[in-house]
């Protein structure tokens, strides 16, 4: 089993930046790769980064490109997305996820935080 733990999500204005933080304990060995999912009301879970152990490579949404970036501490288990010229529509419940290799379907990822609201007011 794997424990995840967000921290780091408030409310800000359109224009700021924030960063979210996902500790993970537990059998951290048997997760591959770490995401950061963003799910707003009525909307699917829709994935936003995510990253591998040897933080090559890490993918985003085309929606986040050049706003966010993922980051991951392995020795330490943590995972960050710092989020930078944030806008109203990445308004939303920011998920961290841990699964056995780096994939977009939110299925695919075996354990979850209970995520963090962000609100961005315009």
């Known amino acids: 089993q794997v424990q995840l733990a967000e921290s780091g999500g408030g409310m800000v204005q359109a224009g700021d930046s924030l960063s979210l933080s996902c500790a993970a304990s537990g059998r951290t060995s048997t997760s591959a790769a770490m995401a950061w999912f963003r799910q707003a009301p009525g909307q699917e879970r829709d994935i936003v980064a995510a990253?591998?152990?040897?933080?090559?490579?890490?993918y985003y949404a085309d929606s986040v490109k050049g706003r966010f970036a993922i980051s991951r501490v392995a020795g330490k288990n943590l995972v960050y997305l710092h989020m930078a010229n944030l806008k109203p529509e990445d308004t939303g419940v920011y998920f961290c996820a841990a699964g056995p290799s780096l994939a977009l379907p939110a299925r695919l990822y075996q354990y979850w935080g209970q995520g963090t609201q962000v609100t961005v007011s315009s």
């Open positions: 990253i591998d152990w040897a933080g090559l490579n890490p």
